[in-house]
T-cell receptor, first 112, second 115 residues
């Protein structure tokens, strides 16, 4: 199926740990994104890559580091996890930044 | 910078009644406007978008929205609500003709359908 996929779907971990979330799209899009959705459903962009180049980097703690090994993948690594990092993280992709974005199913991160 | 305001974090309508979800935008240049829907425990999917063509935009599942520049609005409507419409709805804006402009989302409106 053509889609945006994320792994894992659920991630439960202790404070201070390091974790990664993986994202892959097989839609042939040039642009990929990471969003954070908090408990009140507020959705905020974190990063955007276009053709493996970082083009948007919002005010995000440098504990968060995205990596795009190729155009179809955008991973998110989080160091020294904190309670406030608990949220749902969505990956998305689009042909270009003003186009429709296609979202993955989300990764629910719970930090204990 | 651009922004959107969604009036009403919760809206309840009876099945078969009109759905009206409000969105007002702020943008210094012509905007591109989007409505996305999020069903429980799922990612967002596009309902419809305005990209400076027709001001009345039709989307999936019987939804439509009208771009009104004079009112800086892009309200979402559906003539007759269905139980399956219960979800979270997000209005979003980006600026047209800007290379690396991000998509800014509103705070969302939870739509509840009363049987």
């Amino acid at each position: 199926d053509t889609a945006v996929s994320q792994t894992p779907k659920y991630l439960v971990t202790q404070m201070g740990n390091d974790k990664s979330i993986k994202c892959e799209q097989n839609l042939g899009h040039d642009t990929m994104y990471w969003y954070k959705q908090d408990s009140k459903k507020f959705l905020k962009i974190m990063f955007s890559y276009n053709n493996k180049e970082l083009i948007i980097n919002e005010t995000v703690p440098n504990r968060f580091s995205p990596k795009s090994p190729d155009k179809a993948h955008l991973n998110l690594h989080i160091n020294s996890l904190e309670l406030g990092d608990s949220a749902v993280y969505f990956c998305a992709s689009s042909p270009k930044i003003t186009d429709t974005q296609y979202f993955g199913p989300g990764t629910r991160l719970t930090v204990l | 910078a651009q922004s959107v305001t969604q009036l009403g974090s919760h809206v309840s309508v009876s099945e078969g009644a009109l759905v009206l979800l409000r969105c007002n935008y702020s943008s210094s240049v012509p905007p591109y406007l989007f409505w996305y829907v999020q069903y429980p425990n799922q990612g967002l999917q596009l309902l419809l978008k305005y990209t400076s063509a027709a001001t009345l935009v039709k989307g999936i599942n019987g939804f439509e929205a009208e771009f009104k520049k004079s009112e800086t609005s892009f309200h979402l409507t559906k003539p007759s609500a269905h139980m399956s419409d219960a979800a979270e709805y997000f209005c979003a804006v980006t600026r047209s003709n800007f290379g690396n402009e991000k998509l800014t989302f509103g705070t969302g409106t939870r739509l509840t359908i009363i049987p």
